[in-house]
């Protein structure tokens, strides 16, 4: 296992469309996030999973958007009706509990340009 | 206030000097502590954690974790070139149980 894995690694798309983020998390690891990033900030929690559960959801996050982990695998996340505000890096992380502390590794991202 | 803050940037440092990176945090109830690097137009990767008070060292990356004083910072002896990136503070645990909360990043610049 190489990694966290997203997909696509940019996406360019028109306002108004929706668009579908792929997550494929470490094998082993449990625990699924999902984060923003603009220029010149920190990551920003959108939402995080357990296996297939999702624990917590931000409460900045508009109702666009949406997750899914099904099987406690891969994960999507998909933005409805995109505006230009969405724009950003959208990145994935996974974690083990099988330990103490949450040492999250993260996935190459995926550029999100809304025109 | 914010929940994780670090300190404003940009830094910069001569090659082979001593860069100092700090980070507060406001929640006590925090009980882990990451610093992560990132380069221009790539993701965070992680470098160092810590969770106990005092210092973690992993080669030229020391972390220093003071809970009492809510204050976490990096360490980076012998800097180089190539240490030039954002570096990010996290937290997890208390409010942030289960996820990290991160910083909004300190851009080092180590130049020869």
């Known amino acids: 296992d190489t990694g966290v894995s997203q997909d696509p690694r940019h996406k360019i798309t028109k306002r108004g469309q929706n668009v579908t983020f792929r997550c494929d998390p470490i094998s082993e690891h449990n625990r699924l996030y999902w984060y923003r990033q603009t220029l010149g900030q920190g990551p920003e929690f959108l939402t995080y999973f357990q296996n297939e559960a999702q624990l917590e959801k931000s409460r900045l996050l508009s109702d666009r958007f949406s997750a899914e982990r099904p099987k406690g695998s891969f994960s999507t996340l998909e933005i409805q009706r995109t505006e230009q505000g969405d724009s950003a890096m959208y990145l994935c992380a996974s974690s083990s509990m099988t330990g103490g502390g949450t040492e999250a590794f993260f996935g190459q991202g995926t550029r999100l340009t809304v025109v | 206030q914010k929940e994780v803050e670090q300190n404003s940037g940009p830094l910069s440092v001569p090659e082979g000097a001593i860069a100092s990176l700090n980070c507060t945090y406001s929640d006590r109830g925090s009980q882990s502590f990451f610093w992560y690097r990132q380069y221009s137009g790539k993701s965070p990767e992680l470098i160092m954690f810590?969770?106990?008070?005092g210092d973690k060292e992993d080669g030229r990356f020391t972390a220093q974790l003071n809970k009492a004083s809510q204050y976490v910072s990096l360490l980076i002896r012998d800097s180089q070139p190539s240490d030039s990136a954002t570096y990010l503070c996290?937290?997890?645990?208390?409010?942030?149980?289960?996820?990290?909360?991160f910083g909004q990043g300190t851009i080092l610049t180590v130049h020869p």
């Open positions: 996290a937290v997890s645990g208390g409010t942030s149980y289960g996820k990290l909360t």
């Open positions: 810590i969770y106990s008070n």
